[in-house]
Nanobody
């Protein structure tokens, strides 16, 4: 019912900034809460940040501290992840996800739809 397509990944140096975006199509975008997850080689997919359906609530994981910021533009059916001061340990495939409950969840099993991911590689 919802298709998600991530973009904006690439190869950067430690300390650089990068902005990811996720465009949605299908069912009304504002009806879903959105989350960003990442998966590094050999590791499980982990929660990065989430935003409620209205955008009034946001939550970021302790692993990224205050370096990453999530936002959404319902008029454009797009969710963003602004990443600052990137570190080598941020290297992973980044995924956006949507859930119909319209609330932020930190576990992958709570999300109904997933994008294909975009690779972010941070060199030392």
């Amino acid at each position: 019912q919802v298709q998600l397509v991530e973009s904006g990944g690439g190869l950067v140096q430690a300390g650089d900034s990068l902005s990811l975006s996720c465009a949605a199509s299908g069912r009304t975008f504002s009806s879903y809460a959105l989350g960003w997850f990442r998966q590094a080689p050999g590791k499980q997919r982990e929660f990065v940040a989430g935003i409620s359906w209205s955008g009034s609530r946001i939550y970021s994981s302790d692993s990224v501290e205050s370096r990453f910021t999530i936002s959404r533009d319902n008029a454009k059916n797009t969710v963003y992840l602004q990443m600052n001061n990137l570190k080598p340990e941020d290297t992973a495939v980044y995924y956006c996800a949507a859930n119909a409950a319209r609330r932020i969840f930190t576990s992958t099993r709570e999300y109904d739809y997933w994008g294909q991911g975009t690779q972010v590689t941070v060199s030392s």
